[in-house]
Structures are given as structure tokens and as C-alpha cells.
T-cell receptor
Framework: DAKTTQPTSMDCAEGRAANLPCNHS???????VYWYRQIHSQGPQYIIH???NNETNEMASLIITEDRKSSTLILPHATLRDTAVYYC?????????????FGKGITLSVRP | DAGITQSPRHKVTETGTPVTLRCHQT?????MYWYRQDPGHGLRLIHY???????DKGEVSDGYSVSRSKTEDFLLTLESATSSQTSVYFC???????????FGQGTRLTVV
């Protein structure tokens, strides 16, 4: 599975959009981008995934560049409860024994 | 919530003793994973399973073994616990057709 690179941390103001970047320059054609988040001490939680089209669900939007080498997770109206570590991972969806590895993620701090 | 349970949730053990952590699922998912999480390291994959009796190593497998004799249970064993294995351990499951992964609540293990 391709590697991802994320900044270590970022912050944003409550009520504003939080844009979390992820670089995955070695992504291959059959690999999906997945985002998870981990709120303090809890198990990680799935947020959203995509292949090449932009995706939106009730939690967030995922914008993938046309060359698929990077993506941005957008939390449109961040709240204090969105303070968490966010992980961007790339998975070969057809891979029978995909390892599902996570990096260190990006720590998002939402300030009042 | 996905049917995934880790036991025990907390354990304190002495150096040199064997320890087994259990991950139990009721979803009949094919894939199961064990991770450890330490400050500054994010989530690191220990071992994973892609079917009954089919397991493979992750990033930090030294000192750990696993077994999966039936679909619903994935056991992580520390043959001789060391203080460096003090950590929070998470189990995850995911289905055959790449659905998102679901994580357990975690097991806090302290080796004294």
C-alpha cells in the first residue's frame, strides 16, 4: 500500500472549516484514500473514503486532486468535539491481505 | 456499533509473565488486526489475520504471537511480557469487500 504524509498538527477556530491535507504521491490506480479519526483514548472511527471523485457524507467532504497524489479532508463547521487525531491511509481495495497501516496522523485542535 | 469486544479492558502484569489479549467479533468479518498505540508513535500494526489460521506480521511483531482458530476470535499473546510492551492495544475488523474497519475500545496493558 502507498505511504501517506500528513502535517503533524493544525488548529482552527470553532465554526470555521477545517481543511486537513494528505500527500499520497505514490498512490496507484486501484488504491483508495480512507480517512479515520481518533478522539482521545477511543478506538479510531471511519470518516470517509474515495477513489478519484470528490465525496461527501454527513461528517465530512473529501477532495482528491485530479492526479490523485494528494487529498484534503474538509470538516465544514468544526466543533470542539472534532478535536482529534486524523489519519489518512491508502488501501488497495482489491488486496486480499492488505495490512491496513496507519501513520502518526495529524492532530487537529479546534479552539473556541 | 460494530460487534467487536476486547478483553480484558485493563491489565497489570509482571515482567516475564505470559499475557493473552482477546478480540471477539460477531460480524463474521474476514480480516482482523492488532495494533499498539504509544505516545508519539501513532497506531502501529502488530499482526493481522485474513482468515482462520491465516495470519501475518505487521510493523512491530517482535515479542508477540497471534492465533485465529475460528472466525470470531483473534488472540494476541505476549509470551514473556516486558516493560516496553506497556501500551494501549486496539483490535480492528473489516469485511471481505473493502468496507471500513471497525475498532474495539482498547486494552490498557501495564507491565511492571
Amino acid at each position: 500500500d502507498a505511504k501517506t504524509t500528513q502535517p503533524t498538527s493544525m488548529d482552527c477556530a470553532e465554526g470555521r472549516a477545517a481543511n486537513l491535507p494528505c500527500n499520497h504521491s505514490t498512490i496507484s490506480g486501484n488504491e483508495y484514500v480512507y480517512w479515520y479519526r481518533q478522539i482521545h483514548s477511543q478506538g479510531p472511527q471511519y470518516i470517509i473514503h474515495g477513489l478519484k471523485n470528490n465525496e461527501t457524507n454527513e461528517m465530512a467532504s473529501l477532495i482528491i486532486t485530479e492526479d490523485r497524489k494528494s487529498s484534503t479532508l474538509i470538516l465544514p463547521h468544526a466543533t470542539l468535539r472534532d478535536t482529534a487525531v486524523y489519519y489518512c491511509i491508502v488501501i488497495n481495495r482489491g488486496g486480499a491481505n492488505s495490512k491496513l497501516t496507519f501513520g502518526k496522523g495529524i492532530t487537529l485542535s479546534v479552539r473556541p | 456499533d460494530a460487534g467487536i469486544t476486547q478483553s480484558p479492558r485493563h491489565k497489570v502484569t509482571e515482567t516475564g509473565t505470559p499475557v493473552t489479549l482477546r478480540c471477539h467479533q460477531t460480524e463474521n468479518h474476514r480480516y482482523m488486526y492488532w495494533y499498539r498505540q504509544d505516545p508519539g508513535h501513532g497506531l502501529r500494526l502488530i499482526h493481522y489475520s485474513y482468515g482462520v489460521k491465516d495470519t501475518d506480521k505487521g510493523e512491530v511483531s517482535d515479542g508477540y504471537s497471534v492465533s485465529r482458530s475460528k472466525t470470531e476470535d483473534f488472540l494476541l499473546t505476549l509470551e514473556s511480557a516486558t516493560s516496553s510492551q506497556t501500551s494501549v492495544y486496539f483490535c480492528a475488523i473489516r469485511g471481505q469487500d473493502y468496507t471500513e474497519a471497525f475498532f474495539g475500545q482498547g486494552t490498557r496493558l501495564t507491565v511492571v
